[in-house]
């Protein structure tokens, strides 16, 4: 599996001694790992603000559209290409000086879906975990299944798929999550959204009550009108669902001369990086 490592040029005084916090960065289905970089603008970011990157490219050996087999039942329960992105990660850990209580994983789409697993599975690895427009965990289990749980979510599953990981994983520390939408998916439905939000509640032993910020449309379209619930414990933000109007099936904010990009923001990049920044294992 090859992969690309951003490395900031202006590493920031305090990630001299503690290393970098790093950023695993997974494509959607039909997008190479440099596409997804340059179509994010993730390196932009991280530039500003002090992450190395890192980018896993799907082998087309595995599938001829690079998409992730996040529904596949093996993969959500820590297989299939989950060891191989997780050891890519290892050996970056190895090679270069990376703060390991600030490493985080994210995606689009299948990307996000597949972040979401290798999270799920390797929970002391990962601080916090970044989901754009991405499937709902634990259900699909066939490319048939997995186009339905996309157009329709998981139903009853949703839940049971959730309580299923605390069972198997009963010291499960949690698992910070930012969960990004837009309201007019028509490939992944905001029903994915709103069970992934669900099962992140159960994950996190969190009350369902949100602190909920209305954001207006920006001038001239620059901005597209948007909705943020936070959840937190105490007061530590631990989930925070962006719901994102007008918005098709794109990465907010990322350059649109790219396919699954959307011009418009907010930004989900620095989103992700800003939620990222409150995170990390101890």
């Known amino acids: 599996m090859s992969y690309w490592l951003y490395i900031p040029n202006n590493i920031p005084e305090a990630a001299l001694s503690k290393g970098l916090p790093l950023l695993v960065m997974l494509h959607g289905c039909q997008q190479t790992a440099t596409q997804f970089a340059q179509g994010t603008r993730m390196n932009h970011w991280a530039e500003q603000m002090g992450y190395a990157v890192l980018y896993p490219q799907q082998l087309v050996s595995t599938h001829a559209q690079r998409c992730w087999k996040w529904y596949d039942r093996a993969t959500q329960e820590g297989g299939g290409d989950v060891p191989m992105i997780v050891?890519?990660?290892?050996?970056?850990?190895?090679?270069?000086?990376?703060?390991?209580?600030?490493i985080y994983i994210a995606g689009i789409s299948a990307g996000a879906g597949m972040a979401n697993i290798v999270a799920l599975n390797h929970p002391r690895l990962f601080a916090a975990v970044g989901m754009h427009s991405g499937p709902v965990f634990g259900a699909g289990h066939n490319t048939i299944g997995a186009l339905g749980v996309m157009q329709h979510g998981a139903g009853p599953r949703a839940d049971l798929a959730?309580?299923?990981?605390?069972?198997?994983?009963?010291?499960?520390?949690?698992?910070?999550?930012?969960?990004?939408?837009?309201?007019?998916d028509s490939v992944?439905?905001?029903i994915n959204q709103v069970q992934?939000?669900?099962?992140?509640?159960?994950?996190?032993g969190l009350a369902d009550a949100?602190?909920?910020?209305?954001?207006?449309?920006?001038?001239?379209?620059?901005?597209?009108?948007?909705?943020?619930?936070?959840?937190?414990?105490?007061?530590k933000l631990l989930l925070r669902v962006a719901r994102i109007e007008q918005l098709e099936h794109a990465w907010s904010g990322g350059d649109a001369s790219l396919a699954y990009n959307a011009k418009a923001g907010p930004d989900a990049s620095k989103?992700?990086?800003?939620?990222?920044?409150?995170?990390?294992?101890?």
Do not use: W
């Not at 949100?210 to 007061?235: M, V, W």
């Not at 990086?273 to 409150?278: G, K, Q, W």
């Open 196 to 204: 992934l939000a669900r099962q992140s509640l159960l994950l996190n």
């Open 271 to 282: 989103m992700m990086l800003d939620f990222f920044s409150r995170h990390q294992r101890i």
């Open 87 to 102: 050891g890519i990660v290892n050996k970056v850990l190895t090679e270069y000086a990376v703060d390991r209580s600030r």
């Open 210 to 235: 949100a602190k909920i910020t209305e954001k207006p449309q920006g001038r001239g379209g620059s901005r597209n009108a948007h909705r943020l619930h936070d959840f937190y414990a105490g007061r």
């Open 188 to 190: 992944v439905r905001p």
């Open 162 to 184: 959730a309580r299923e990981v605390l069972l198997r994983q009963p010291q499960f520390p949690g698992m910070p999550a930012i969960l990004i939408q837009g309201q007019g």
